[in-house]
């Protein structure tokens, strides 16, 4: 069997490797437009931060563990220029390419205004992390437009070396969190304009930046404002949506012998059952894992994803799961929520507050969690990923067995007290 793989990222070396321990004896060949395979995207900011200087670092494994030892045909440098889905071709370089089986992990690139591409950077692949990277060592006022999750975690991890700007479009920082807590986010930050674009870019000696707030003058100034997926080569065969992202069905399959996954495909939010994208590391391992196994003719679907997303935002540990008020609101779900702040130990070791939101539906089910705790957030909030994922009602988590040791949490768990006041609220003694 010919396997084709376009990208050689977190979903596309993921499906090449599942798929050669599949079978020892097939021909797979992953095309890659960058020097680089199966590399840390997530680990970007802190090499950019200074947490370690190599980004060989960055390098799940060196290319030679795919070529020599799992026998992957690797070509990096390389674009693909087209598919033909009628014929099983790729065309990639000067050579066109047969398949028995193709899959698509083209990733996305970074989606910079026209009007400002000759005036800042964006990181999305090795080649920008390393080149940011030595800009960075060469300036101190940095300007990061765009607050989403990359955007903020630059802000946040760079600003232990350099004084750093961030320009947010929206009245807060992490755009997906509801109101409520949106208003803890911006009491830990400063340094951020809000309700704020970039009109006019200009550069002499340094950047001077024109927002619809104001002026600033800066040394660089980095670029987070969303990607876009790299789709473009494909012109027939294969559905996309209005993003261009390609659809897939339950199997990830995008057509006759073509599948598609990461940052390239939509996928199915597991609590709306709707496409939707979540460009995200673990959805993309999956996603190839699961393609690898589903090549050789097996129905293993793919379920959805939560977006399950947690940052270091200045100290604290922030992060959401499932879906917010503002979708539950679009696609006229019924819900309600739990909103507390709690401890994040027991009193007598003085922990820091927790606050904690669960939304849910008007069955109880829980579809949507929010968390911002400077200790023992992440692993708050990776369980109420996990309750959303299992389908457990609101009440689930007021019995739910939750390990107690006071350096950790409280007796009284600010889950459990969520799960609680739930109780009294479905029950009607909410007192």
């Given at each position: ?9 977190a979903a596309g070396?993921s499906?090449?490797?599942k798929?050669?321990?599949?079978d ?11 020097s ?9 900011p802190y090499?950019l ?7 060989n670092d ?15 045909n690797?070509?990096t ?6 598919v033909?889905?009628?014929?099983n071709?790729?065309?990639?370089g ?5 398949y028995?089986?193709?899959v698509?992990a083209?990733g996305?690139?970074p ?7 000759n005036y800042?950077?964006?990181?999305r692949s090795?080649?920008d ?13 940095i300007?990061?437009i765009g ?14 070396k350099?004084?750093v ?5 929206h009245?807060?920082?992490?755009p997906?969190f509801?109101?409520?807590?949106a ?10 304009e809000y309700?704020?674009?970039p009109?006019?870019i ?9 927002t619809?707030?104001?002026?600033h003058?800066s ?5 987070a404002?969303?990607?876009?997926p ?9 559905t ?10 339950d ?7 073509v599948y ?6 939509s ?17 993309a391992?999956?996603?190839g894992?699961i393609?690898?196994i589903?090549?050789?003719?097996n129905?293993?679907?793919f379920?959805?994803?939560l977006?399950?997303?947690?940052i ?6 922030v ?7 503002r979708?539950a609101?679009?696609l ?7 909103f ?5 130990r ?8 927790v ?11 829980i579809i949507?969690?929010?968390?911002i705790?400077?200790e023992?957030?992440a ?9 959303i994922?299992?389908?457990m ?13 006071p ?9 459990i007290?969520s799960g609680s006041?739930?109780?009294d ?7």
């Amino acid at each position: 069997m010919k396997i084709l793989v376009i990208g050689g990222g977190a979903a596309g070396m993921s499906a090449a490797s599942k798929a050669r321990r599949m079978d020892n004896n097939a021909e797979i060949t992953v095309f890659e437009k960058g020097s680089f395979v199966s590399y840390a995207q997530c680990g970007m900011p802190y090499y950019l931060a200074g947490y370690f200087n190599d980004y060989n670092d960055l390098l799940h494994y060196k290319i030679t563990e795919f070529t020599e030892k799992r026998k992957i045909n690797v070509i990096t440098n390389i674009n693909v220029k087209n598919v033909d889905t009628d014929n099983n071709l790729v065309f990639a370089g000067d050579e066109a390419y047969k398949y028995d089986k193709l899959v698509i992990a083209s990733g996305a690139s970074p989606r910079i205004p026209e009007e400002f591409k000759n005036y800042g950077i964006a990181l999305r692949s090795m080649e920008d992390a390393i080149k940011l990277n030595n800009l960075l060592q060469k300036s101190y006022n940095i300007t990061i437009i765009g607050a989403g999750v990359l955007g903020t975690e630059l802000y946040s991890l760079l600003r232990g070396k350099h004084n750093v700007k961030l320009i947010s479009k929206h009245e807060h920082v992490l755009p997906y969190f509801d109101d409520d807590m949106a208003y803890i986010l911006n009491s830990i930050c400063d340094n951020v304009e809000y309700n704020s674009v970039p009109v006019d870019i200009t550069y002499n000696n340094k950047y001077k930046i024109k927002t619809t707030v104001g002026s600033h003058e800066s040394d660089l100034v980095i670029f987070a404002t969303g990607i876009e997926p790299n789709t473009s080569f494909i012109n027939q065969g294969i559905t996309k949506d209005d993003h261009g992202r390609i659809i897939v069905d339950d199997y990830l399959m995008a057509g006759n012998d073509v599948y598609a996954a990461g940052d390239a495909a939509s996928t199915k939010n597991f609590v709306t059952g709707l496409y939707d994208y979540f460009p995200l590391a673990q959805v993309a391992n999956k996603m190839g894992r699961i393609i690898g196994i589903n090549i050789f003719g097996n129905k293993i679907k793919f379920p959805g994803a939560l977006g399950t997303t947690i940052i270091n935002l200045n100290g604290y540990q922030v992060g959401y799961t499932g879906i917010n008020e503002r979708t539950a609101r679009k696609l006229n779900i019924k819900y309600d929520k739990i909103f507390i702040k709690g401890e994040s130990r027991s009193k007598y070791l003085h922990g820091s507050d927790v606050y904690t939101k669960i939304i849910y539906n008007d069955d109880g089910i829980i579809i949507g969690a929010q968390v911002i705790a400077r200790e023992n957030g992440a692993w708050r909030l990776n369980t109420l990923a996990t309750a959303i994922y299992s389908r457990m009602h609101i009440e689930d988590l007021f019995f739910d067995d939750l390990g107690y040791e006071p350096e950790y949490g409280p007796v009284w768990d600010p889950i459990i007290v969520s799960g609680s006041l739930a109780l009294d609220k479905l029950q009607g003694h909410n007192k």
